[in-house]
């Protein structure tokens, strides 16, 4: 009778325990669940109000009783724009003005030499590094990765130019959560990242790509990657409002912001926050600040052969796949494009291949459904059909 007994409730126990394992997993799944829908929902509504505003800067009229200044003052406005733009057609600058705040808490504005986070623009800096060592005689864009880091999964087939292009078939997740030296960021990446050789040739965006091209310019030239760059970008282009982040901005510095709400208002309710981890672990990929004019300043350099021949320069900007990535820009018919995105700020670039012609949009109020970009394409293409002077 009393084995009977212990049997009875021993099976109760496990109905008990098999019960509660089994709440707490639906319940738990069904905030999964939950959370997925809800994280699809804002996406969808990000996405909806995205293309509405797209929809209606594409079809924004530009007056022809309406000056230059009229004209792209209205459409920056009607974007909500935050930030600094500058416009410039035959090398002359026909707009240049700030908008919002650099600094809510105190009021400051944005001006035109306001400094922003370029985030991903860098990588075109860096490319253009690169091929000055390719001109130098140092590199060729042929040269297998294995020959800097030959522990790397496929290096043998994997080339510099692939690095370049993003088809390298190499990917990475994040960084050290540890603020690293510049060595050890590179380092951890080698040993970290993942390679596929059978995706190369396949474009997929992944900076760990320009962490490697770093890597490179400091095992060639003995120099860090900072050193070189300072040296060959910032001080041989004489730019005033540029510098690596994780030194302060300085005068004209911008605090950037998360968005919140509905977006189409900027709201200032909430910083954004980059770590010293992560802006070490941005090298060579998105660890600079610049003001609009600087930043037009060394994207026109690059295309008018003052960092590199034009010869080279043509190498540099030939896209390896459909992507029309190359070189760190993509490459259009009649200019080229960049643009970045990350804590809080984003950046949009668009050059005329003469470079004679561009728009510059640096934001640091990042909201995903007013992105910069459509304002961007919109004036580019309205400045090279004339409706810009």
């Not at 409730?9 to 905030?31: E, P």
């Not at 990242?193 to 965006?205: C, E, F, H, M, V």
Request: hydrophobic residues 35%; positive net charge.
């Amino acid at each position: 009778m009393k084995r009977f007994k212990l049997f009875i409730y021993t099976l109760l126990g496990l109905v008990v325990i098999g019960g509660t394992f089994y709440y707490v997993h639906t319940a738990d799944r069904s905030v999964q669940v939950q959370k997925k829908a809800v994280k699809k929902s804002k996406k969808r509504k990000i996405a909806a109000k995205k293309k509405k505003l797209k929809r209606k800067v594409t079809q924004e009229h530009f007056s022809k009783t309406e000056t230059s200044n009229q004209k792209i003052t209205e459409l920056l406005t009607m974007t909500k724009f935050v930030g600094t733009a500058l416009v410039v057609k035959n090398n002359h600058v026909i707009y240049q003005k700030g908008f919002g705040y650099a600094d809510e808490a105190t009021s400051r504005q944005n001006v035109a030499l306001s400094k922003y986070q370029i985030l991903s623009i860098q990588k075109s800096l860096t490319a253009a590094c690169v091929m000055q060592l390719v001109q130098a005689g140092k590199i060729k864009l042929s040269d297998p990765l294995s020959k800097y880091y030959p522990g790397i999964g496929g290096a043998k087939q994997i080339t510099l130019r692939r690095l370049l292009d993003m088809d390298s078939g190499l990917t990475f997740g994040n960084g050290s959560s540890q603020k690293l030296s510049e060595a050890r960021v590179i380092d951890y990446a080698v040993e970290n990242l993942a390679s596929d050789p059978a995706k190369i040739g396949q474009w997929n965006y992944q900076p760990v790509n320009y962490v490697l091209l770093a890597g490179i310019i400091r095992q060639e030239t003995g120099e860090s990657y900072r050193q070189y760059f300072t040296k060959h970008i910032i001080k041989a282009l004489k730019l005033k409002n540029t510098g690596f982040v994780s030194a302060g901005q300085g005068s004209h510095s911008t605090k950037s912001y998360k968005y919140s709400g509905s977006q189409t208002e900027a709201t200032y309710a909430t910083r954004s926050h980059e770590t010293k981890a992560q802006m070490a672990n941005e090298l060579g990929t998105g660890q600079i600040y610049m003001s609009a004019g600087d930043l037009f300043k060394a994207e026109r350099a690059i295309l008018t052969g003052k960092l590199i021949t034009p010869q080279n320069v043509a190498i540099l900007h030939t896209a390896a796949t459909s992507s029309t990535y190359g070189g760190g820009v993509y490459n259009l018919s009649n200019g080229i494009r960049s643009h970045g995105i990350g804590y809080g700020y984003e950046s949009a670039v668009m050059l005329s291949s003469n470079g004679q012609n561009g728009v510059v949009l640096l934001t640091n109020y990042y909201r995903p459904a007013v992105t910069i970009q459509t304002a961007t394409e919109k004036l580019f293409n309205e400045l090279q059909n004339g409706n810009l002077n």
